[in-house]
Each structure stands twice: as structure tokens, then as C-alpha cells.
């Protein structure tokens, strides 16, 4: 029964930092050293590795590298809470660790259930001790290997030849000062014979890591289990191991503190159900599951439709620096529940999310005898957690964003083929709502991107697959005039870094409405001495004139014409043979509205493909 009561101390410990993590996360503070420091967890990454360690003093998942949640990590945030709740948590862990090993002293040496809690008080003020001296280590060596990594590799054989410090105050029941005198003499004489143990236990640990390969919630809860039974038995037979060498030293372990203690039955029942409650309650902390608490309340439906990047004409045309999106209207929506911001605008927006949107789900097909995989894009519904930090953007407007802050996909029913994150975005009060959806696996901080005026997001170009970043604007009042003012905004961050195949840029801002752009674009053609006969209009007659084809539409075929600019084959030139020769081909293209079309004609070099004139609309129109 001894040995069931460590293996709930660990499990208690381990659930309560689990939970602790997550509302970090949400609530914006770090735990030092528990909460993730990357842009991801490494089960959300899928790139797990296997780490054969030695566990000290408590068996801790830290040691293996498992993270504490599935949550998306966010930026850490070290501010005065953050320090307040890691040095609280230093403070439980060095209580904890006395209750831990001062049983598992009257367990390896006499086989007596000794009082756990009586323990943690004798021991806490050695063990505080010794949790800042390897605190102020592992700082210094996070830093001095920055620098120069051989100072790093000193301080690490340091706090080795020191890891017997713990030990010996509970064995020898001695003061933190006179332990850490003994340890680094006591390490050397005794590596020889703790050698096979450390090795076994390293075998030990490297098969109890791969288990987070699994599943959520099964690669926490799993490992957690096995690492507190197994991490208990071994840091047992190293304490026992340590008491009969110093014994053959003459350095005998202490008698125990107090007696032995005698538990009811019931007790013992009930210690044994906290094994199963714990994981339970593991299974639920380690995904998010007790962040629900803090969603009540009603929530605003709204609206949305999608846009993404592909590897459209244009993009490739313009030597990938036009940007022009695909959208799509497929009964998108989301639920969400925030404040009334044209009031007041506090520095942290945080919330959960309920979001129906395209999921690409990996699906087994079965066709005769074989089996294969492939991805089938699903409208799923996802819930997501967010805390969006207000932003400043370019003209000194305020939005709120989650690139600073945290947002994350709650695990659910959704099985997308990768990893998936999330980037949220806030503007103009509340009135639009963005969320970017993308491989965990890709770095999204170039592709992120926010208007100049801080009202719209305007994802760039991936170069790496930019098919895998996907955009959804949610709002209340959707209309084509956003479209357009969005579209505008894009095209702001547009370069004409050639003249190659211009026309299809040329094109791309005549069917967003965008008379600025449309102006850039055939003022870059005159300056490279290229022909163009065009309405000599400035940008807002030609602004006017484009988005007024656009009346009468609906947003769906608003869409379906606007998605022809970022998309391969948008634009069918056909070939003008009376127009052309042997060394001139010329062509015409057509920019579809709703009611009516803009031609594009166009001659080319045959020999070399350059761009000799261009003409928009027909002679006389």
C-alpha cells in the first residue's frame, strides 16, 4: 500500500501541473519549467522523439520530454503572475518531493507505511534548498551554452556531481549544507557500481517515452502511469542501492522520523480508485477539457466564407510576388462570444469558439482485396481556444490577434490527415472575425498578415505550399463591398517585378475592382516601353467603373468571379491569326462580370515571349 500511496503523490502532482499548463495558456502565464517553449507541442507536431533519461527524486514527465498538454502553445508570457505561480509550483514540487522520498525511505528500508505530509514538512526547507540551487543552474546553463557551449557542458557535470544532494538529506536525514558538501565525493566513489542501474533505467525510460506516440489523450495518460509505477520502482532500488553503500562506508541511512502508520482498509480502497480517477482526470486536462468552465454564456452566430492561396497563373507570372486568393461559400459559420468592444478595449481577448469549416480527413478506401489512404476534404465542426492580444497595426488601429498571444484546436471528432494550428484574428470591434488554418508543421509568421488599416487579414503567398494555408472571414454583414476593400488592401502588398506575362496581373485587378492597381499596373507597362491603349482614367473612375459590374450579384457569384484571379485557367486566351505572323502572336483574353466582360488584347514576341502592346477594352468602346 506504501508503494500505491508514492504512485498517487506523482500522479496528483503530475494532473495538477497538466491542468495548471493549460490555464497558462489561456489565462496568459507561463509555469517555469513545464510550459512548452515552441510553437507547438510535440505530439501536435508529430515529430516525436524518444529520450532515454535518469529520473531524479520524482518521477516527472518533463524528464522524458512529454509535453503537459495538447494545446497549441502560445508565446510564453513571464510576467509578475507567471513568477508568482512557478515559484508556487517550486514550492509545491520541493514539498512533494519530501512527502515522495521520505516515504519511499520507510518503504525501501523497512517496508513501513510511514506519514507522507510529516515527511513533506521536514524536508521542505532542504528541499526549497536545493530546487533554487538547480534552478539557478539549469539558468545559467541554458545561457552560458548559448554563448559558448563548452561553459554550458561544465555546468551540466556540475549539477551531476551534485545529484546525490537530495538523497542524502532524506537517507541521512542531514541539512542541505552539509548534503551538497558530501555529494560530489560520494558521486565519484560510487559511479562504478550505479552505472548498470543508470543504463537500465535509461532502457527503461527510452521504451516508456515511445508511448507518446499515441493517440490523444493515450500518449499522456499512458506514459503517465507506467513512468509513475516503473520511475517509482527504480528511483526505489537506487535509494536502496545508495543506503547499502553508505552503510558498507559507514555511513548508515537514519532511523525514520516517526512511526509507522496504520490505515483503514477503506483508506486503502480509496487510494487504490485514485489511480483510475487521476487518469481520467489526465485524459481530460491534458486536452483542454476543464477550459470549458470557462465557456457560458450566449453566442453570436456568424457567417463566413474562405479564401486561400494557390499556385494561381498570376503567382507564378509575376515570379511569386502576386498574391491573389480562391474563395469559397460552403456553409461556413461560427459561434463566438465577445465583448462589446467599441466601449472599451481591453489588452486580452480569450474565449472559446465553436467553428464549422473544411477539415482534410484522412479516409481508408477499400477496393477489392487492397486498401489505400487518401484525403477527402469534409466540412467538420472544431472548437477553438484563443487568447488575442490587441495590436497596433500600420496607421495606428487596433486589432486583436493571436500571432502574441494563444489559440489552439480543441481535440474532438475532427481526424485531420496532419496537424493542424490556428491563428485568430479580431477587427473593428468584433465586426469581422478571421481564422487562419495550417499545418502545424509550417512556419506561419510569412504568411500572417494584416492590412495596413488593421481591418483585414491578408495571408501571403506560402512558397513552400501555399494550398495548405486556408482563411476564414466571419462577420455579421457580409457583402461584396468588403470584398472589395479587402481585395484592396491585398493588392497594397502586390509587387510588378516584371513584365512577363503582365497581362494576366493586368487582369487579376481588373476583376477585383481595384483601379489603383489596375493604374500600377499599366503605368509599369508604358515605363518598360511596352504599347497600351487604355481609358486614360485615374484610379477611382476606374474603381467605379469595374465594381459597379458587380451590382445586382450575390455574394456567391461575387465569389465564383473574384476566385478566377487566383486560380490556374481563370483566364482562356485565344489566338488572333489575323493579328498575328510569323514572328507576332497576338491574343485575347476576357475578364468575365456578372452582366458583361473586359477584353484584354494583347500582342507578344514570338522569339523571346516579351510583351509588345496591350489594349484594354475594344476599339470604340
Known amino acids: 500500500m506504501a508503494y500505491t500511496r508514492l504512485i498517487v503523490v506523482v500522479m496528483v502532482f503530475e494532473v495538477l501541473i497538466s491542468a495548471l499548463v493549460g490555464l497558462g495558456l489561456y489565462w496568459g502565464f507561463s509555469v517555469f519549467p513545464y510550459s512548452p517553449s515552441t510553437v ?14 535518469i529520473p531524479l527524486y520524482m518521477p516527472s514527465l518533463k524528464d522524458l520530454k512529454i509535453p503537459y498538454t495538447y ?20 514550492g509545491l514540487q520541493s514539498f512533494v518531493r519530501g512527502m515522495y522520498l521520505g516515504g519511499l525511505k520507510g518503504w525501501v528500508l523497512n517496508r513501513k507505511v510511514v506519514p507522507l505530509f510529516a515527511c513533506g514538512c521536514r524536508y521542505f526547507s532542504d528541499m526549497i534548498a536545493w530546487s533554487l540551487f538547480q534552478g539557478v543552474i539549469s539558468v545559467l546553463t541554458l545561457v552560458l551554452a548559448a554563448v559558448f557551449f563548452p561553459l554550458g557542458l561544465v555546468l551540466i557535470i556540475t549539477i551531476m556531481l551534485y545529484s546525490l544532494t537530495p538523497y542524502l538529506i532524506v537517507l541521512q536525514d542531514i541539512p542541505f549544507h552539509e548534503a551538497i558538501g558530501k555529494a560530489p565525493r560520494l558521486f565519484r566513489r560510487y559511479f562504478t557500481s550505479m552505472l548498470p542501474l543508470a543504463l537500465f533505467t535509461m532502457l527503461c525510460t527510452l521504451v516508456i517515452s515511445s508511448l507518446q506516440t499515441w493517440a490523444a489523450p493515450w500518449g499522456f495518460v499512458v506514459p503517465l502511469i507506467a513512468y509513475s509505477f516503473i520511475g517509482t520502482w527504480l528511483i526505489g532500488s537506487f535509494m536502496s542501492h545508495l543506503s547499502v553503500k553508505l552503510s558498507l562506508d559507514r555511513r548508515p541511512a ?14 486503502n480502497i480509496l ?4 489511480v483510475p480517477v487521476l487518469l481520467a482526470t489526465g485524459s481530460l486536462t491534458a486536452v483542454g477539457k476543464h477550459l470549458s468552465a470557462f465557456d457560458w454564456g450566449s453566442k453570436e452566430r456568424l457567417e463566413g466564407v ?7 497563373d498570376v503567382f507564378h507570372a509575376s515570379q511569386q510576388q502576386y498574391t491573389a486568393y480562391e474563395w469559397q461559400n460552403n456553409g461556413y459559420h461560427m459561434e463566438i462570444k465577445l465583448p462589446d468592444l467599441s466601449k472599451s478595449k481591453p489588452d486580452e481577448l480569450r474565449g472559446i469558439a465553436d467553428i464549422t469549416w473544411q477539415i482534410n480527413e484522412e479516409v481508408r478506401i477499400k477496393n477489392g482485396n ?17 487568447r488575442l492580444v490587441r495590436e497596433t497595426a500600420a496607421d495606428g488601429s487596433n486589432y486583436y490577434s493571436s500571432l502574441h498571444g494563444f489559440s489552439t ?7 485531420p490527415r496532419d496537424p493542424l494550428s490556428v491563428q485568430i484574428m479580431v477587427s473593428e470591434n468584433g465586426k469581422h472575425v478571421f481564422v487562419l488554418q495550417y499545418p502545424t508543421r509550417f512556419d506561419v509568421s510569412k504568411v500572417f498578415r494584416v492590412s495596413k488599416d488593421g481591418k483585414y487579414l491578408i495571408p501571403a503567398t506560402s512558397q513552400v505550399n501555399p494550398m495548405d494555408f486556408h482563411a ?19 493588392n497594397e502588398f502586390n509587387i510588378i517585378g516584371t513584365m512577363n506575362r503582365a497581362y494576366l496581373m493586368l487582369a487579376c485587378a481588373l476583376q477585383e475592382g481595384d483601379g489603383h492597381m489596375v493604374n500600377m499596373v499599366l503605368g509599369t507597362m508604358r515605363r518598360s516601353g511596352i504599347i497600351v491603349k487604355a481609358p486614360d482614367w485615374n484610379d477611382e473612375t476606374w474603381t467605379d467603373n469595374l465594381r459597379n459590374r458587380y451590382q445586382g450579384a450575390d455574394v456567391q457569384k461575387s465569389l465564383e468571379l473574384l476566385s478566377k484571379a487566383g486560380i490556374q485557367g481563370g483566364y482562356e486566351s485565344k489566338k488572333l491569326s489575323e493579328q498575328s505572323n510569323e514572328k507576332i502572336r497576338a491574343q485575347r483574353l476576357e475578364v468575365p462580370f456578372p452582366n458583361s466582360i473586359v477584353p484584354i488584347t494583347f500582342e507578344e514576341n514570338i522569339a523571346d515571349g516579351k510583351l509588345l502592346s496591350i489594349q484594354v477594352f475594344e476599339e470604340g468602346s
Open 40 to 53: 507547438s507541442t510535440t505530439a501536435a507536431m508529430g515529430n516525436v522523439g524518444f529520450n532515454a533519461t
Open 71 to 90: 494545446l497549441q502553445a502560445g508565446t510564453n508570457v513571464w510576467g509578475i503572475t507567471a513568477i508568482l505561480v512557478s515559484l508556487a509550483v517550486m
Open 254 to 267: 537514519s532511523e525514520l522520523l516517526s512511526d509507522e502508520v496504520r490505515t483503514r482498509r477503506i483508506v
Open 271 to 274: 487510494v487504490v480508485l485514485l
Open 306 to 312: 474562405a479564401y486561400s492561396n494557390t499556385f494561381s
Open 370 to 386: 487492397s486498401v489505400y489512404e487518401t484525403a477527402q476534404s469534409v466540412v467538420k465542426k472544431s472548437r477553438l481556444m484563443y
Open 409 to 415: 484546436i480543441l481535440p474532438g471528432e475532427a481526424r
Open 472 to 490: 476564414y472571414w466571419l462577420t455579421a454583414d457580409q457583402r461584396v463591398e468588403n470584398l472589395f476593400e479587402l481585395l484592396a488592401a491585398k
